[in-house]
């Protein structure tokens, strides 16, 4: 009976180990500050998370042929946790890694209709060609301090662009900026109106890693 039991406990953690899930977080500046705090991240959450980050990336950060190009606008702000190139073929590294999940946080640096419309197809043929879960991050809302050239109905649309688009698909909208403005406090975690603080970042991959255990 020892032994059976011992070997239901041991077939039980292989098809956990067998089932892990493994989280790729892609973005630009807003995705490079949160993985500041990767180690914290480690400690907190089950899943291992890669990161593919640089500030100031827009969407095409995956272009078509699904490969993300490094430090080509500001290679001193980018973290590469996935592979040791600056090009990284997506497909190639999610199957070597055994990535089951992506986080996409992209868009605030270009938020014109026709790229919300590409990333919507590029992240439709990514999720059909790696069979893994995608879930895209909408833009978060600017709090205006004057520095940059933002407005928030741009912001707006182009997310309701997205969450249409993605509808059809097989790719999971989740909402952080209706996360942020379900209050006002958001507006005090934010020194220049685009970036925010810890606990923000917090919030959001909170949201992201429920959303996950939801679809799983």
């Not at 059976?4 to 807003?30: C, H, P, W, Y």
């Not at 699904?66 to 990284?88: A, C, D, H, P």
């Not at 946080?105 to 590409?118: E, F, I, R, T, Y």
């Given at each position: 009976i020892i032994n059976e039991k011992n070997q239901v406990e041991t077939e039980a953690v292989k098809s956990e180990k067998l089932f892990e899930r493994k989280l790729l977080i892609i973005g630009d500046s807003n995705a490079y500050i949160m993985s500041r705090n990767e180690e914290h991240y480690k400690n907190k959450y089950k899943y291992k998370i890669y990161w593919l980050a640089e500030s100031g990336v827009g969407t095409e950060f995956?272009?078509?042929?699904?490969?993300?190009?490094?430090?080509?606008?500001?290679?001193?702000?980018?973290?590469?946790?996935?592979?040791?190139?600056?090009?990284?073929?997506?497909?190639?590294?999610?199957?070597?890694?055994?990535?089951?999940?992506?986080?996409?946080?992209?868009?605030?640096?270009?938020l014109k209709d026709a790229s919300a419309k590409s990333l919507c197809d590029t992240l439709t043929k990514l999720n059909e060609l790696s069979k893994t879960d995608i879930y895209y991050v909408s833009v978060l809302p600017y709090v205006n301090k004057e520095r940059y050239k933002i407005q928030n109905k741009d912001i707006i649309k182009f997310n309701n662009i997205m969450k249409e688009k993605l509808s059809l698909s097989k790719v999971n909208y989740v909402d952080a900026y209706g996360l942020l403005t379900e209050t006002e406090e958001y507006k005090k975690e934010t020194t220049d109106g685009l970036h925010y603080s810890t606990m923000i970042y917090d919030r959001i991959l909170d949201k992201i890693m429920n959303t996950l255990v939801q679809n799983n």
């Amino acid at each position: 009976i020892i032994n059976e039991k011992n070997q239901v406990e041991t077939e039980a953690v292989k098809s956990e180990k067998l089932f892990e899930r493994k989280l790729l977080i892609i973005g630009d500046s807003n995705a490079y500050i949160m993985s500041r705090n990767e180690e914290h991240y480690k400690n907190k959450y089950k899943y291992k998370i890669y990161w593919l980050a640089e500030s100031g990336v827009g969407t095409e950060f995956i272009n078509d042929e699904l490969m993300v190009k490094f430090g080509e606008l500001k290679s001193q702000y980018v973290k590469n946790t996935l592979g040791k190139t600056k090009n990284i073929f997506l497909l190639d590294e999610i199957k070597e890694k055994g990535i089951t999940d992506i986080a996409v946080l992209l868009g605030v640096n270009s938020l014109k209709d026709a790229s919300a419309k590409s990333l919507c197809d590029t992240l439709t043929k990514l999720n059909e060609l790696s069979k893994t879960d995608i879930y895209y991050v909408s833009v978060l809302p600017y709090v205006n301090k004057e520095r940059y050239k933002i407005q928030n109905k741009d912001i707006i649309k182009f997310n309701n662009i997205m969450k249409e688009k993605l509808s059809l698909s097989k790719v999971n909208y989740v909402d952080a900026y209706g996360l942020l403005t379900e209050t006002e406090e958001y507006k005090k975690e934010t020194t220049d109106g685009l970036h925010y603080s810890t606990m923000i970042y917090d919030r959001i991959l909170d949201k992201i890693m429920n959303t996950l255990v939801q679809n799983n």
